[in-house]
C-alpha cells in the first residue's frame, strides 16, 4: 500500500521560493508592490500626518481642482456617496474643506479646501516628491513614468494612449 509521504526539506532554509505560474501572474505583482507601496505611505504619510489613503488622495484631488462636485470626488477616489459623505464631513470637521452651494446649479454642492486644508495639502505634494524620490531610487524615472502610464491604461482611467504606452515599450 502506497503511503503519503512528505516531501524532502530543502537543505537551505534561505533558498529562494519558486512562485511557479504566478511569476506571470499580473495580479500576484500588482498585489505585491500594492503592500510596498503602503509600507511607504505609512512612513510617509500615516505616521506623520496621521492621514488615510483616500484622505491624502482628496486633499490633493481638491488642491488641483479648487471646486468639485461630490459626484465627481466619489467617482475619482473609487467610493460610494455614503463614504465620501462621511469623509467630507471628517474633512469639514477638521476645517479642512467646506460644502458652498453650485452657483451654476443652486440644487448641488461644491467642496472647496480651506486655507487650512490648502496647507495640508502643500505638505502632502512635499511629502509625495519625497515619497517618490523613494521610488526612483529603484526605477529610472522613465520606468517611474512607464509604470504610471501602464498603471492608469489598466484600470481604465483611459488617460494613457495605447500607442504613447506601446511605443515607450518597445523603445526601451
Known amino acids: 500500500m502506497p503511503t503519503d509521504t512528505p516531501p524532502?526539506?530543502?537543505k537551505k532554509t534561505n533558498a529562494v521560493v519558486?512562485?511557479?505560474g504566478l511569476s506571470e501572474t499580473l495580479g500576484f505583482h500588482i498585489a505585491k508592490a500594492a503592500v510596498e507601496t503602503g509600507k511607504a505611505f505609512?512612513?510617509?504619510?500615516?505616521e506623520p500626518l496621521g492621514l488615510r489613503k483616500v484622505e491624502y488622495s482628496l486633499l490633493l484631488i481638491l488642491q488641483a481642482n479648487p471646486a468639485l462636485l461630490p459626484k465627481q470626488l466619489a467617482s475619482v477616489l473609487s467610493i460610494t456617496?455614503?463614504?465620501?459623505t462621511t469623509l467630507l464631513d471628517k474633512f469639514e470637521q477638521q476645517g479642512w474643506a467646506s460644502r458652498?452651494?453650485?452657483?451654476?446649479?443652486?440644487?448641488?454642492q461644491l467642496v472647496h479646501l480651506t486655507p487650512s486644508g490648502r496647507a495640508l495639502a502643500t505638505r502632502c505634494e512635499e511629502i509625495g516628491a519625497d515619497m517618490a524620490a523613494?521610488?526612483?531610487?529603484?526605477?529610472?524615472?522613465?520606468e517611474s513614468q512607464l509604470l504610471n502610464r501602464l498603471l492608469i491604461k489598466l484600470y481604465g482611467a483611459g488617460d494613457a494612449p495605447t500607442s504613447?504606452?506601446?511605443?515607450?515599450?518597445t523603445s526601451e
Open 18 to 20: 519558486a512562485l511557479g
Open 81 to 84: 456617496a455614503p463614504n465620501l
Open 164 to 169: 504613447d504606452v506601446t511605443s515607450d515599450v
Open 134 to 142: 523613494h521610488w526612483v531610487a529603484r526605477l529610472s524615472q522613465a
Open 42 to 46: 505609512t512612513a510617509f504619510v500615516s
Open 100 to 108: 458652498l452651494p453650485n452657483p451654476e446649479d443652486g440644487r448641488s
Open 8 to 10: 524532502a526539506h530543502p
